[in-house]
């Protein structure tokens, strides 16, 4: 058996540009794996197939697991299966990748499994048919992300504490960059945020195209923000196209706290996977 961590994602900036012609839209995000986390075990069968513990999901083609296991057969030409155990931790259709997390964690797991057929970056440029947050999940760290999300640069990594908050509703992605077309993008341009990040970052240059979207269709994400802020938080906002919010704290100790008080879930950076 194989035993792999499914890390989620922070986006801490996201800055959303124009669509491309391939329809997708140009991205500059500060990527982050924490600590919360799906966990996945497989083992070598004859046929793919999917468990599911811990929430209400499905187990059938659409989901991004067993969508990983069939790509990794396709294109390994290995002939075989997996027996694939998913206990969902991370929420669903919150904005932290749970998703991605799965179909990178199962990617990893049967390349192990089946004695490496992949490189490393093999395995990225595959990945992307899974979707676009995919090859960083399956990297881990502290990375920016342009592109659509595909295109990683290694750029200085932080040891970061999180406190989490979840919203009320289920934010659809496709709805969300809808909305985002049809309003002002009030964060085209997320270059001076990167600038102060190798030194000293400054928050208040880091933002989300889809926030003010976001807290429009979900009336806890600007309660939630004011929260965290008013325990601590040096910066709060919304991952991915949201509802979660997160706040980053200087020290653990003051996240556990804050974590305490608001009832939200604590998570630190994992800068290696």
Same mark, same amino acid.
């Given at each position: 058996?194989?035993?792999?961590?499914?890390?989620g994602?922070l986006?801490?900036?996201?800055s959303?540009g124009?669509?491309?012609e391939?329809g997708y839209?140009?991205?500059?995000?500060?990527?982050q794996?924490?600590?919360?986390?799906?966990l996945?075990s497989l083992e070598?069968?004859?046929?793919v197939?999917?468990?599911?513990k811990?929430?209400?999901?499905?187990?059938g083609e659409?989901?991004?697991?067993v969508?990983? %296991?069939r790509? $990794? @057969?396709?294109?390994?030409?290995i002939s075989g299966?997996? #027996?694939i *155990?998913l206990?969902k931790?991370?929420p669903?259709?919150a904005?932290?990748?749970?998703?991605s997390a799965?179909?990178?964690?199962?990617?990893?797991?049967?390349?192990?499994?089946?004695?490496?057929?992949?490189?490393a970056e093999?395995?990225?440029k595959?990945?992307?048919?899974?979707?676009?947050?995919?090859p960083?999940?399956?990297v881990?760290?502290?990375?920016?992300?342009?592109?659509?999300g595909?295109?990683?640069?290694?750029?200085?990594?932080?040891?970061?504490?999180f406190?989490?908050?979840?919203?009320k509703?289920?934010?659809s992605?496709p709805?969300?960059?809808?909305?985002?077309d049809?309003?002002?993008?009030?964060?085209p341009? %997320?270059?001076? $945020? @990167?600038k102060s990040?190798?030194?000293?970052?400054d928050y #208040?240059? *880091?933002?989300n195209?889809?926030?003010?979207?976001?807290?429009e269709?979900d009336?806890?994400?600007?309660?939630h923000?004011a929260?965290?802020?008013?325990?601590?938080?040096?910066?709060?906002?919304i991952?991915?196209k949201?509802?979660t919010?997160?706040?980053i704290?200087?020290?653990g100790?003051?996240?556990a706290a804050?974590?305490?008080a608001?009832?939200?879930?604590?998570?630190?950076?994992v800068n290696k996977?």
């Amino acid at each position: 058996m194989i035993c792999e961590n499914a890390y989620g994602k922070l986006n801490i900036c996201l800055s959303v540009g124009a669509r491309a012609e391939n329809g997708y839209h140009l991205l500059d995000s500060l990527m982050q794996t924490v600590s919360l986390c799906d966990l996945i075990s497989l083992e070598k069968a004859d046929a793919v197939s999917l468990t599911v513990k811990g929430q209400r999901l499905s187990c059938g083609e659409d989901n991004l697991a067993v969508k990983a %296991a069939r790509l $990794f @057969f396709r294109e390994s030409g290995i002939s075989g299966g997996a #027996s694939i *155990c998913l206990e969902k931790r991370i929420p669903q259709c919150a904005g932290l990748g749970g998703g991605s997390a799965d179909g990178a964690a199962v990617l990893r797991g049967l390349n192990r499994l089946y004695g490496s057929p992949f490189t490393a970056e093999q395995l990225e440029k595959i990945s992307l048919e899974l979707g676009a947050d995919v090859p960083f999940c399956l990297v881990g760290g502290t990375k920016r992300a342009r592109g659509i999300g595909e295109k990683l640069s290694a750029i200085k990594e932080r040891k970061l504490y999180f406190v989490l908050l979840y919203g009320k509703e289920r934010l659809s992605t496709p709805e969300m960059y809808r909305a985002l077309d049809k309003g002002v993008n009030p964060y085209p341009n %997320a270059e001076a $945020f @990167f600038k102060s990040w190798e030194n000293t970052p400054d928050y #208040s240059l *880091c933002g989300n195209s889809f926030l003010p979207f976001a807290a429009e269709r979900d009336g806890t994400v600007a309660e939630h923000m004011a929260t965290l802020k008013a325990h601590g938080a040096v910066y709060s906002g919304i991952s991915g196209k949201g509802p979660t919010v997160f706040g980053i704290f200087a020290d653990g100790e003051k996240a556990a706290a804050a974590a305490k008080a608001v009832g939200g879930v604590c998570a630190e950076s994992v800068n290696k996977i």
